[in-house]
């Protein structure tokens, strides 16, 4: 039993549902994700070839509540992990269900792993979860897809149709509009989903299911996506061919070029500087 007197529940539905509801009801913004967030946005559409078991608990707020939350878990029952908190609590904590045998992970602010996700921005879009497109950049992120963020990809991808809004559906525009603006996410993006799309045809489990004719729906989505992606993020491509410099490399002298055209100010700026290295 907890200081204020709830109980961490065995299921984890259930304990990620009631968790939600009672940090809510103290003002603090939360939303979950990982593959938990996924079981729940898809909800009866999840197939259930893909179906596996969670032992942890993601969790999502912004920068101001950080604090707050971490007193109130720990005040539900939830053991934190005081040297991780101590040394990366601005930006993410680590809590533990003993009786449960379960972990919870708090990302605060934003979500960095192998890119950087402004997820904190998008915590009033949908409610309980992260939008679905903001889950799907969280799996496809990952430079080294396991087994396990690869069916949930699938999972919400199949669930889901890909549209241009975050109401039932993947927002492409959203994936799309950062993709443009981060080469390297745009660039782990291509990859992983050009991965998920081979590996459709594999034989061997757990690909097996996909052969159904459901999967083409997931595969459409893929391809989709992809091609809005590509379309939002081409011009830079074209730009860094132009200039036969990187795509990174290209976005700044670009962002420069915009500057000095629009300010005259920056001019004279540039120059001063530039005279002061010599």
Same mark, same amino acid.
């Given at each position: 039993?907890?200081?204020? @007197?709830? /109980?961490? %529940?065995?299921?984890?539905? &259930?304990?990620?549902? +009631?968790?939600? $509801? =009672?940090?809510? #009801? ?62 990366? @609590?601005? /930006?993410? %904590?680590?809590?533990?269900? &003993?009786?449960?045998? +379960?972990?919870? $992970? =708090?990302?605060? #602010? ?169």
């Amino acid at each position: 039993m907890s200081v204020n @007197g709830s /109980r961490i %529940l065995p299921d984890v539905i &259930e304990e990620s549902r +009631r968790l939600s $509801d =009672v940090l809510e #009801g103290q003002g603090i913004p939360v939303r979950l994700l990982g593959g938990l967030g996924i079981r729940l946005v898809a909800a009866a559409a999840y197939p259930p070839e893909l179906a596996r078991e969670y032992n942890d608990i993601d969790l999502v707020t912004d920068s101001r509540h950080g604090r707050q939350l971490a007193q109130s878990l720990a005040e539900q029952g939830y053991e934190p992990n005081q040297m991780f908190n101590r040394m990366h @609590g601005a /930006r993410r %904590l680590l809590f533990y269900d &003993e009786p449960n045998k +379960r972990q919870l $992970d =708090v990302f605060v #602010g934003t979500f960095e792993m192998c890119h950087t996700l402004p997820i904190a921005e998008r915590l009033d879009v949908v409610p309980l979860t992260l939008p679905a497109a903001d889950l799907l950049l969280t799996k496809l992120q990952i430079v080294r897809l396991n087994e396990k963020d690869r069916n949930d990809a699938y999972a919400l991808l199949l669930a889901l149709e890909v549209g241009t809004h975050d109401d039932g559906a993947i927002n492409a525009a959203w994936v799309a509009r950062l993709c443009a603006r981060d080469w390297g996410l745009y660039r782990t993006l291509q990859l992983n989903l050009e991965k998920l799309r081979e590996a459709t045809g594999a034989t061997r489990y757990p690909y097996t299911y996909v052969r159904c004719s459901r999967w083409s729906k997931g595969r459409a989505a893929l391809v989709g996506e992809r091609t809005r992606i590509e379309a939002s993020a081409g011009p830079i491509q074209y730009l860094a061919m132009m200039v036969g410099a990187a795509p990174e490399a290209a976005v700044r002298w670009l962002i420069l070029l915009m500057v000095l055209c629009c300010d005259p100010a920056a001019i004279a700026l540039t120059v001063a500087a530039a005279s002061l290295r010599r």
